[in-house]
């Protein structure tokens, strides 16, 4: 079975709804195809929490997906500032991201509460997108394959081959995330054929290592994206920066239909 090609926007906490639905409504008049043809990849945006009813709504009737950017592992209670998958199931969105590398950065996340995440995700039938990535000094230190299999093995433990379906991986080189700085088509496809080959050790059916999806995510932009998107093991992009314009987003998209 081939892996479709997902195409994912962060939108990190930009854009206010009223901004969110404009970028969609200007996406919907120069797709041209791109978002809905025969060979077009799956198209998801990921607007900030409070903007995802306006966002959504302006996508009903076309192939575009809507999701969120976290979501507790508790169904409800005194976790200020947090949202449960009660929650995200009522904004009627199928995917959430996990673990990005901002949270893990500034708000404490870390594996085991990415673990706990994603279970909740799956619990709520959502499709996880669990954000991977050393930092600048791993990868100096010559430890990027540690940390991956750290993150992996502990993002992982306890999710069956089943679960695994509704499983996205995101390999997110901390130092190209808004930096400008993008890892080299060789350098992205040697670390997601190193993490396919995890999950080929982590699970006995090779259906989980052939099946699973690994995007790339770091400053993927309209001139780099075809580059990345032609590797073997590479099987979308998180795009921060470039899915604030719609021309950018919807470039990037075409590539992937290359
Ligand atoms: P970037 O962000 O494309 O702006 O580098 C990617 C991400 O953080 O998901």
């Known amino acids: 079975m081939a892996r479709k090609i997902l195409i994912a926007g962060n939108w990190k906490m930009n854009m206010t709804g009223a901004e969110g639905a404009a970028l969609i409504k200007e996406m919907k008049a120069s797709c041209n195809g791109a978002c809905c043809c025969d060979k077009a990849p799956e198209v998801l945006v990921c607007p900030p929490f409070m903007t995802i009813p306006a966002v959504k709504a302006e996508t009903e009737g076309t192939p575009l997906l809507v999701g969120a950017q976290n979501i507790h592992w508790e169904e409800k209670g005194a976790f200020t500032g947090e949202v449960s998958g009660n929650m995200l199931n009522e904004a009627g969105i199928t995917h959430v991201i996990i673990g990005h590398s901002e949270r893990r950065q500034y708000f404490g996340e870390t594996d085991e509460t990415v673990n706990k995440r994603l279970k909740a995700a799956l619990r709520h039938g959502l499709v996880a997108i669990v954000c991977i990535g050393e930092t600048l000094e791993e990868r100096e230190n010559g430890t990027t394959e540690a940390v991956i299999e750290r993150q992996v093995r502990g993002a992982l433990a306890d999710i069956s ?16 995330i808004g930096t400008g700085k993008v890892a080299t088509d060789e350098q ?15 699970f006995a059916c090779p259906c989980v290592a052939d099946n699973t999806r690994i995007l790339y995510g770091g400053s993927m932009k309209p001139g780099n994206a075809a580059g990345l998107l032609a590797q073997q093991d590479i099987d979308g992009g998180l795009i921060g920066g470039a899915a604030l314009k719609a021309a950018d987003f919807l470039a990037i998209v075409k590539a992937a239909m290359a």
Not at 161 to 176: R, S
Not at 188 to 202: C, M, S
């Open 161 to 176: 081959a089943d679960d695994m379906k509704n499983v996205v991986l995101a390999y997110e080189p901390v130092w190209a």
């Open 188 to 202: 992205a496809q040697a670390v997601h054929a190193f993490i396919r080959g995890l999950l080929k050790q982590l």
